[in-house]
């Protein structure tokens, strides 16, 4: 995680053709994707009346952006995933394809009003939020339990927002400690998480994506995740850790 991307927003340009990563985890990850949609989907999938376009339009950026990346092929609408998994275009449910697609998670926000609202979202490794909960709220809602995000912040994150161009997607990373690797961790505001530990076993970084999409107007906010035991980090990553401690979440 870069340092200059740790404060909110914290947001810097992507360089093209550096939005969807596939890692030595897509496999694990896109079981456990699949996992949740069979066994838990109203916990992990959400929409919002009306944000049937803005869904349309993730799935073709998210095709248009797998035809140069490396492991996929596509025949018709039969989609060949890096693990040798074969995803059939569902175009009636667009948001749903495109989250068994890539690791991301994928969630939409639109503009209503002055604030931009979360109206449709596909959640499978959220980190100690509640899709349910947080389904058609406006962003500066969403974060109310955080103490860092202020009304200042809020107005500075909707001025980004407003400023971010289709061919000018932003990026940003965060860190948080947990003691448990477990992917699907929701918690709702009435049971928040423990503070953690300094010295706890599993660093958890998410890389957060802003795209502007061209038609609807909304933003994808896109999320991959990553898990790593401290233990396994190398000493350039530990030096930096050292130099820039992971800040706890404070919640009010």
């Given at each position: ?33 699949q996992r949740l949609v069979d ?115 809020g107005k500075r994150v909707s ?94």
């Open positions: 995680m870069l340092p200059q991307t740790r404060r909110l927003p914290g947001v810097m340009p992507m360089e093209k053709g550096d939005w969807i990563r596939i890692d030595d985890a897509y496999g694990a990850q896109m079981a456990e994707r066994t838990q989907f109203t916990d992990i999938f959400a929409t919002c009346e009306g944000s049937d376009a803005a869904c349309t339009e993730v799935l073709e950026r998210i095709l248009l952006e797998l035809e140069t990346t490396s492991g996929f092929s596509r025949q018709g609408d039969v989609i060949t995933c890096p693990d040798g998994r074969e995803v059939v275009l569902d175009h009636s449910n667009p948001l749903l394809t495109a989250g068994l697609l890539v690791q991301d998670d994928l969630c939409v926000l639109e503009k209503k009003g002055d604030e931009y609202d979360l109206t449709a979202a596909i959640l499978c490794f959220p980190a100690s939020w509640s899709l349910a909960e947080k389904i058609g709220k406006p962003v500066m809602a969403i974060h109310a339990p955080v103490a860092s995000y202020t009304p200042d912040i001025r980004m927002f407003d400023a971010i161009h289709v061919d000018r997607p932003l990026w940003r990373a965060n860190g948080l400690l947990y003691q448990d690797p477990t992917l699907f961790q929701p918690r709702t505001m009435a049971a928040r998480r423990q503070r953690p530990d300094d010295d706890a076993a599993f660093i958890r970084s998410e890389r957060q994506c802003f795209i502007r999409l061209p038609k609807s107007r909304a933003v994808l906010f896109s999320i991959h995740t990553y898990v790593l035991r401290q233990s396994d980090l190398t000493a350039d990553q530990q030096k930096l850790l050292a130099e820039f401690p992971i800040e706890h979440v404070e919640l009010e």
